[in-house]
């Protein structure tokens, strides 16, 4: 499995953001959020088919954004359980 970061600004003002956070917690069992529009995930999908599972519940004229991680990263401030998930899944 690989890990990816998921970034998105959904630039409606009063946006939903429900389908898009139920869609990627319902479609990763491994997800990490601790950021506001920023999610990492754990999963065999590529970044395409990510890309074409999450398009869907965002609109024409708000951005996302997936990449594949390389496995390293430094980070401050989260708590324990959010640096030992990183440090597990990165």
């Not at 409606?12 to 898009?20: A, D, F, G, S």
């Not at 506001?36 to 990510?50: F, H, K, Q, R, Y």
């Not at 390389?70 to 597990?88: C, H, P």
């Amino acid at each position: 499995m690989n890990s990816y970061m998921i970034g998105y600004d959904l630039n409606k003002p009063e946006q939903n953001y429900i389908n898009l956070i139920t869609t990627i917690k319902e479609s990763f069992d491994n997800w990490w959020h601790y950021l506001d529009s920023t999610w990492i995930v754990t999963t065999t999908l590529n970044t395409v088919e990510i890309r074409d599972l999450l398009q869907p519940h965002v609109d024409n004229d708000d951005e996302l954004l997936v990449v594949k991680l390389t496995g390293e990263g430094a980070w401050a401030g989260f708590n324990q359980k959010a640096s030992e998930w990183l440090k597990t899944n990165l």
